[in-house]
């Protein structure tokens, strides 16, 4: 059974940092590109970040770029999402996705989430 | 302001075909394959279209989708009221380097 949970999630002052990760199992972490995904309180999906199998491509939203830093390690089956710099229109709900690649991509599992909330 | 452009919402009566658009351009849905997302309110998306139009195992044939030029579309037949979520379209979009997605259309079944 194909498994994403998150943690990490918490509450950040402006300006602060949070570190989130998203342990992987019921698959090969390496075989996959993942992606992080978000989705503020009471609004759509907001895509955050992709990387590539063995993370040779990496790409941002420009709401995060500069800021926010994806990698994997595939060893520990583990993706993770360094934030700095963080603002209150970073608070919503992140969530792990695994990327499935037929002819385009798509995101086929989505991990339950972790809560980020940055607020003074 | 999102790069793919849904409606709202949509309504229908249960047992009856509702579909649901998503507009983009060029650089997004006419130049990739766009995938439909499925999230029911207090749960996590789920896949429900990739690829244009083919389903994941376990999704009913009663959800389909289609592509043509820079618009797809989402068409759910047989309402039942567990159908009740908001779907979002997705696909990649080549002048941005980023994944967009459309920004959701609240089904309801009356």
């Known amino acids: 059974e194909v498994k994403l949970v998150e943690s990490g999630g918490g509450l950040a002052q402006p300006g602060g940092s949070l570190s989130l990760s998203c342990a992987a199992s019921?698959?090969?972490?390496?075989?996959?590109?993942m992606s992080w995904v978000r989705q503020a309180p009471g609004k759509g999906l907001e895509w955050v970040s992709y990387?590539?199998?063995?993370?040779?491509?990496?790409y941002y939203a420009d709401s995060v770029k500069g800021r926010f830093t994806i990698s994997r390690d595939d060893a520990k089956k583990s993706l993770y999402l360094q934030m700095n710099s963080l603002r209150a229109e970073d608070t919503a709900i992140y969530y792990c996705?695994?990327?499935?690649?037929?002819?385009?991509?798509?995101?086929?599992?989505w991990g339950q989430g972790t809560l980020v909330t940055v607020s003074s | 302001q999102s790069v793919l452009t849904q409606p709202p919402s949509v309504s229908a009566a249960p047992g009856q075909k509702v579909t649901i658009s998503c507009s983009g351009s060029?650089?997004?849905?006419?130049?990739?394959?766009v995938s439909w997302y499925q999230q029911v309110p207090g749960t996590v998306p789920k896949l429900l279209i990739y690829?244009?139009?083919k389903r994941p195992s376990g999704i009913p044939d009663r959800f389909s989708g289609s592509k043509s030029g820079t618009s797809a579309t989402l068409g759910i037949t047989g309402l039942q009221t567990g159908d009740e979520a908001d779907y979002y379209c997705?696909?990649?979009?080549?002048?941005?380097?980023?994944?967009?997605f459309g920004g959701g259309t609240k089904l309801t079944v009356l």
């Open positions: 996705v695994r990327a499935l690649r037929w002819s385009g991509l798509s995101f086929d599992y």
């Open positions: 019921g698959f090969t972490l390496s075989s996959y590109e």
């Open positions: 990387i590539s199998t063995s993370g040779s491509s990496i």
């Open positions: 060029s650089s997004n849905i006419g130049n990739n394959y």
């Open positions: 690829d244009n139009n």
């Open positions: 997705g696909t990649w979009d080549d002048s941005l380097s980023a994944w967009v």
